[in-house]
């Protein structure tokens, strides 16, 4: 099917066996170009990218307005915390201990976080559905029964552990523990962020007041984003150096422009078959 | 390859088209059905009618949380108020004997009002929240009489759409749609927690909205117009909120 990773016809040799002189081994210098991530992938996830920052900022900003935080229904500037956060504050009547304010920037940010949020949620329903009748999801993102054993999730930590690179087989396809993230990112955290967030909403609890009821409050509910917001953070963090680690120029190139130059496929057929075969290569990591 | 591309390129086409006149016949029925909100325009315009359209829809009739009596917090945070302007301390001196709330616009009887004719209404009490939009919150009993009685009373003429009200504080002024100003919660305020409501939270006259953030509950209320149109009003952008680039509608 048009989603999975395959080697495309595109595929070229570089350099000519025939041209080189018989003392030099006939290695190869080969690259494939394969595809990698589908269209849909790429788009969404580039709109959820910027989405993402524009959470992040504006989000940040409303905190600086009241970095308090509470449980329960209610919490102001007269009541005890759960925490604060020890910064200043855009507001001269909270009590941050700083002598000073920070200019009010909620305007804006307001404006940017609920338009933000309702592209990522439009851009999530459509990749969520695609996904779940494109094979997508049962394919490339849920694991399957013998990758769930304690032998293959340890095979994957311990690899991680000793700082592997990651192998070649995994730039083609997610490991389980990958897929146990971005399952978890796409079906708890999200969908948690988006329900904490309406749930803070006068008008939509007014109509589903069961959003807040759940949670045991609306200042419950904000203290929740906060953290649900966090571990999205947490979960960036760790992708932006996990794709580091596996090459950042192939993983950007894969995801920009859908393919992969690679080949070691064919490289690990030429190590075991020796030096000398027409079949061997090396391969130029790009 | 080329076949491929021209179905490609004509699906696309059909797509788009689809897609284009689509957008088309669902901005005409927003704007049929009073779903594009005053702020529309400018780069967060997307957002914000996707907000209000979608908050109208899902919340005409819904009514805010209302509380127990034992959840009424014990120290509501009144926020930050101007200095009273010489004219306040004034109807402040005499017990706000002097204060009035006209009514005016498209309705069949314009009025003013003062405190005690407003008081002589059936009271309404609600133990709702007010939340603001920087992120704290109380809940309090507010005692007042509903809007919709007023707006009753002076007789509203059918093709309003905006109520518009403006404080005594000079720049204060919002609106909303007919949905929240005939809404049963919308109290125009005199009194919290068993007495009259005190200068700090609004008093003697604040509108209440329990569906939308604090911005919009306008403290020391004097003045309400009904209208058709909020072009009239400042920028046209119904509110002092949105002048201040504050979204105009505030349910989120």
Redesign the interface.
């Given at each position: 099917m048009w989603y999975h990773s395959r080697v495309s016809d595109s595929a070229y040799i570089a350099g000519g066996a025939s041209a080189l002189p018989a003392a030099v081994p006939t290695v190869i210098p080969t690259k494939t170009v394969t595809s990698r991530h589908s269209v849909l992938v790429r788009v969404t996830h580039w709109i959820t990218t910027l989405c993402f920052f524009a959470l992040l900022v504006s989000g940040a900003e409303i905190v600086i307005s009241h970095p308090r935080f509470y449980w329960g229904e209610t919490g102001n500037d007269l009541t005890p915390t759960l925490f604060k956060l020890p910064i200043p504050a855009s507001r001269n009547l909270v009590p941050t201990g700083y002598k000073f304010t920070l200019p009010d920037a909620n305007g804006w940010s307001r404006y940017l976080h609920f338009q933000a949020a309702w592209v990522v949620i439009l851009t999530g329903l459509l990749y969520v559905i695609s996904i779940l009748f494109n094979g997508y999801l049962r394919n490339d993102l849920l694991p399957s029964k013998s990758d769930l054993s304690w032998r293959a999730v340890s095979t994957v930590i311990s690899g991680h552990l000793r700082f592997h690179r990651p192998s070649e087989a995994e730039a083609w396809s997610y490991n389980v523990l990958q897929r146990l993230s971005y399952l978890f990112v796409i079906f708890v955290l999200f969908p948690l962020v988006i329900w904490t967030g309406l749930a803070m909403s006068p008008a939509f609890v007014s109509a589903v007041p069961a959003a807040v009821n759940l949670l045991g409050g609306q200042q419950s509910a904000r203290t929740l984003h906060f953290f649900v917001s966090l571990a999205l953070v947490l979960f960036l963090l760790v992708h932006i150096v996990m794709v580091w680690r596996a090459g950042f120029r192939s993983r950007m190139r894969a995801m920009i422009t859908g393919t992969m130059i690679t080949g070691t496929m064919i490289a690990g057929r030429a190590t075991t078959l020796g030096e000398g075969t027409t079949a061997s290569a090396t391969m130029e990591r790009t | 390859m080329s076949k491929i591309s021209r179905r490609k390129l004509i699906t696309t086409g059909i797509a788009a088209t689809a897609g284009a006149a689509g957008l088309g016949v669902a901005a005409r029925l927003a704007q049929k059905y009073g779903l594009v909100p005053p702020d529309h325009g400018g780069i967060?315009g997307?957002?914000?009618t996707?907000?209000y359209a979608s908050?109208r829809l899902?919340?005409r009739h819904?009514?805010?949380?209302e509380?127990s009596r034992s959840?009424i917090?014990d120290?509501?945070?009144p926020?930050?108020v101007e200095t009273p302007s010489d004219e306040f301390k004034r109807l402040q001196s005499g017990r706000f004997a002097d204060w009035r709330f006209s009514v005016n616009g498209m309705v069949a009887r314009p009025a003013s009002f003062s405190l005690d004719q407003l008081k002589s209404y059936p009271s309404h009490t609600q133990i709702t929240?007010l939340?603001?939009?920087?992120?704290?919150?109380?809940?309090a009993e507010w005692i007042g009489v509903p809007l919709s009685h007023v707006l009753d009373v002076v007789g509203v003429l059918p093709q309003a759409r905006y109520v518009v009200y403006f404080s005594i504080e000079p720049d204060t002024w919002e609106s909303i749609d007919m949905a929240d100003a005939l809404h049963p919660q919308t109290f125009l305020t005199y009194g919290m927690n068993g007495g009259d409501l005190p200068v700090g939270h609004g008093g003697p006259l604040r509108l209440r909205l329990?569906?939308?953030?604090g911005y919009k509950n306008v403290k020391f209320l004097t003045h309400l117009t009904v209208t058709d149109s909020l072009k009239g009003f400042g920028k046209g952008l119904g509110g002092a909120?949105p002048e201040?680039?504050?979204?105009w509608y505030a349910?989120?």
């Amino acid at each position: 099917m048009w989603y999975h990773s395959r080697v495309s016809d595109s595929a070229y040799i570089a350099g000519g066996a025939s041209a080189l002189p018989a003392a030099v081994p006939t290695v190869i210098p080969t690259k494939t170009v394969t595809s990698r991530h589908s269209v849909l992938v790429r788009v969404t996830h580039w709109i959820t990218t910027l989405c993402f920052f524009a959470l992040l900022v504006s989000g940040a900003e409303i905190v600086i307005s009241h970095p308090r935080f509470y449980w329960g229904e209610t919490g102001n500037d007269l009541t005890p915390t759960l925490f604060k956060l020890p910064i200043p504050a855009s507001r001269n009547l909270v009590p941050t201990g700083y002598k000073f304010t920070l200019p009010d920037a909620n305007g804006w940010s307001r404006y940017l976080h609920f338009q933000a949020a309702w592209v990522v949620i439009l851009t999530g329903l459509l990749y969520v559905i695609s996904i779940l009748f494109n094979g997508y999801l049962r394919n490339d993102l849920l694991p399957s029964k013998s990758d769930l054993s304690w032998r293959a999730v340890s095979t994957v930590i311990s690899g991680h552990l000793r700082f592997h690179r990651p192998s070649e087989a995994e730039a083609w396809s997610y490991n389980v523990l990958q897929r146990l993230s971005y399952l978890f990112v796409i079906f708890v955290l999200f969908p948690l962020v988006i329900w904490t967030g309406l749930a803070m909403s006068p008008a939509f609890v007014s109509a589903v007041p069961a959003a807040v009821n759940l949670l045991g409050g609306q200042q419950s509910a904000r203290t929740l984003h906060f953290f649900v917001s966090l571990a999205l953070v947490l979960f960036l963090l760790v992708h932006i150096v996990m794709v580091w680690r596996a090459g950042f120029r192939s993983r950007m190139r894969a995801m920009i422009t859908g393919t992969m130059i690679t080949g070691t496929m064919i490289a690990g057929r030429a190590t075991t078959l020796g030096e000398g075969t027409t079949a061997s290569a090396t391969m130029e990591r790009t | 390859m080329s076949k491929i591309s021209r179905r490609k390129l004509i699906t696309t086409g059909i797509a788009a088209t689809a897609g284009a006149a689509g957008l088309g016949v669902a901005a005409r029925l927003a704007q049929k059905y009073g779903l594009v909100p005053p702020d529309h325009g400018g780069i967060y315009g997307l957002g914000e009618t996707l907000t209000y359209a979608s908050q109208r829809l899902l919340t005409r009739h819904s009514l805010a949380r209302e509380f127990s009596r034992s959840q009424i917090s014990d120290r509501p945070f009144p926020n930050e108020v101007e200095t009273p302007s010489d004219e306040f301390k004034r109807l402040q001196s005499g017990r706000f004997a002097d204060w009035r709330f006209s009514v005016n616009g498209m309705v069949a009887r314009p009025a003013s009002f003062s405190l005690d004719q407003l008081k002589s209404y059936p009271s309404h009490t609600q133990i709702t929240m007010l939340q603001c939009e920087e992120g704290w919150s109380y809940i309090a009993e507010w005692i007042g009489v509903p809007l919709s009685h007023v707006l009753d009373v002076v007789g509203v003429l059918p093709q309003a759409r905006y109520v518009v009200y403006f404080s005594i504080e000079p720049d204060t002024w919002e609106s909303i749609d007919m949905a929240d100003a005939l809404h049963p919660q919308t109290f125009l305020t005199y009194g919290m927690n068993g007495g009259d409501l005190p200068v700090g939270h609004g008093g003697p006259l604040r509108l209440r909205l329990p569906r939308q953030v604090g911005y919009k509950n306008v403290k020391f209320l004097t003045h309400l117009t009904v209208t058709d149109s909020l072009k009239g009003f400042g920028k046209g952008l119904g509110g002092a909120s949105p002048e201040g680039g504050y979204a105009w509608y505030a349910g989120i």
